[in-house]
């Protein structure tokens, strides 16, 4: 019952950042949209899956889904961030700090 | 409790879906797919809390590990489009 319930929250998060995803208007805002579905919303999915299973392997599972997805998904959006950033730069109006700190130039 | 999570999910994979087809950059894309992943997460692990059957559960460890290493992988691409 309560992992359902728990289930449920994760999966209004994660509707609540595709709506995110589909209304903001430039690629920054929509990667920062979506990292709350990325950790929050699936986080709480995973937790709804562990308080209902009882088989210590499938809490291992489900343990080690959470820790390699926390580990390994906020380096790769970084990644992405950093390499649209490189390319294509910031949107209009946006203020450029680490222009400025490094003296002009990406 | 179960078939609601499953349409929240159904309606928010159409949400990414939409971010995909109309994306203008590539990391528009990449996020839309971020999120298709995690929809695909959510909808085993929603199954497997309402069975109470984990026989799907080491899917779920594969597509934590390689939906971040193809994010990584895409990123670098971008990366080397750089003029």
Same mark, same amino acid.
């Given at each position: 019952?309560?992992?359902?319930?728990?289930?449920?929250?994760?999966?209004?998060?994660?509707?609540?950042?595709?709506?995110?995803?589909?209304?903001?208007?430039?690629?920054?805002?929509?990667?920062?949209?979506? =990292?709350?579905?990325?950790?929050?919303?699936?986080?709480?999915? #995973?937790?709804?899956?562990?308080?209902?299973?009882?088989?210590?392997?499938?809490?291992?599972?489900?343990?080690?889904? =959470?820790?390699?997805?926390?580990?390994?998904?906020?380096?790769?959006?970084?990644?992405?961030?950093?390499?649209?950033?490189?390319?294509?730069?910031?949107?209009?109006?946006?203020?450029?700090?680490?222009?400025? #700190?490094?003296?002009?130039?990406? | 409790?179960?078939?609601?999570?499953?349409?929240?999910?159904?309606?928010?994979?159409?949400?990414?879906?939409?971010?995909?087809?109309?994306?203008?950059?590539?990391?528009?894309?990449?996020?839309?797919?971020?999120?298709?992943?995690?929809?695909?997460?959510?909808?085993?692990?929603?199954? =497997?809390?309402?069975?109470?059957?984990?026989?799907?559960?080491?899917?779920?460890?594969?597509? =934590?590990?390689?939906?971040?290493?193809?994010?990584?992988?895409?990123?670098?691409?971008?990366?080397?489009?750089?003029?």
């Amino acid at each position: 019952m309560i992992g359902e319930l728990l289930a449920l929250v994760g999966a209004v998060l994660i509707l609540l950042s595709a709506v995110g995803v589909v209304r903001f208007d430039d690629v920054f805002a929509r990667m920062h949209a979506l =990292a709350k579905a990325s950790t929050l919303g699936i986080l709480l999915i #995973l937790v709804g899956a562990a308080v209902n299973l009882r088989n210590l392997n499938d809490l291992t599972s489900v343990m080690l889904a =959470a820790v390699v997805h926390l580990l390994a998904s906020p380096p790769a959006s970084n990644m992405v961030s950093r390499a649209t950033y490189l390319t294509e730069g910031l949107p209009e109006g946006a203020i450029d700090e680490h222009a400025e #700190l490094s003296g002009g130039g990406r | 409790m179960t078939p609601a999570t499953f349409v929240i999910l159904a309606i928010a994979a159409m949400l990414f879906m939409v971010r995909l087809c109309i994306g203008p950059t590539l990391a528009d894309r990449v996020a839309a797919l971020n999120g298709l992943v995690l929809v695909g997460m959510g909808a085993i692990a929603t199954q =497997a809390a309402h069975t109470a059957v984990g026989s799907f559960l080491p899917t779920l460890v594969a597509i =934590a590990l390689v939906g971040p290493i193809g994010n990584g992988m895409i990123a670098r691409f971008i990366e080397s489009r750089r003029s």
